[in-house]
């Protein structure tokens, strides 16, 4: 009997010395390209550091680079809490697409920074991307020449059609807040697909004390509303509605307040994406990123918006393809 236990304590420490080897050897795998891509977490809320995420993934399959992830930090419109990609992206999946490593390993020799203006970023054509391809590390900071916010249907189908479908398929939100959702929808007694779902937003103010962007009428609003099937599922927790909206908004159900900003924001994101039809409010990257969440395109904004043309002149937060259903 001694023998046994010998033994198999044996085979026990070789088991973890080989793990532990492994996964040495996993890391260093990991990081074989010797490039790489950092970023600052856009300094926009959410959905901005989603568009970030989407196109550093497609940029990161592309260029062959491994992603680095950046500090933790607060996230704007989400209160207090110090949060990483980590705490609220799946990593497994974008693992499975591209290299990932908390920090780099050394301290790079070159370091270039991309721009990326309002309109086409100039540095993903391919040209650029050649003409940069060996500088250690591209990093992203977070400001108006070099931030990454855009759609990523507008810039990266012109390198290949696999990217939109790398991205659909790698970043995605941790699976503890799906299935938040799903208890959340019990409890409110609603199914997936039999009910409809809104997203109306008040935008701040710019600069000069305008609104960014006005609320589309909310008599028109309110007719939107009057058209959605019952039951209906309105998220507008910042928003202000007037008399029309509220009698028309009156009966509909409202997500629960949970612990924090951030399972909010997520949870009510993908509790709308589960309804039959889906409308939002026009160029919210909160809307956009709901719709591109669902398994097919039924969705529309408040008013006309053409959903699959980009604009040279826009970051084109109101463009999701078809193609990203496919």
Known sequence: MDYVVIFLLILLFFGIISAFCGSIHNYFTNIKSNNFITFDIDCGGLNNIRLQL?????????????LVLPKKRTWAHLGPDILGIEDVFDLNKLRKHIRIIDQLP????QTHAPTWGAAVSAFLDPKELEKHRNEHVWHFYCNHDNRLMAAAECYFSKFDPEVLKIIRKSVDFRPKFYTQAKTDLDKLGLKPGQFDAIHIRNWENGADGKPQQPLVNQESVASKIAKL????????????TGKDLNESLRD???PPKRESELENAVVDMIMASKAGHFVGTPASTYSTGIMSLREEPDFDFL????????????????????ERFN
């Open 303 to 322: 008013g006309n918006v053409d959903t699959s043309t980009c604009k040279e002149d826009s970051w084109n937060f109101h463009v999701i393809k078809p």
């Open 106 to 109: 050394y301290k790079p020799l």
């Open 252 to 254: 509909s159900f409202k």
């Open 229 to 240: 099937r019952k039951p209906l599922l309105m998220l507008n927790r910042d928003v202000t």
């Open 54 to 66: 989407e196109l550093l993934v497609g940029l990161a399959w592309l260029s062959g680079r491994t």
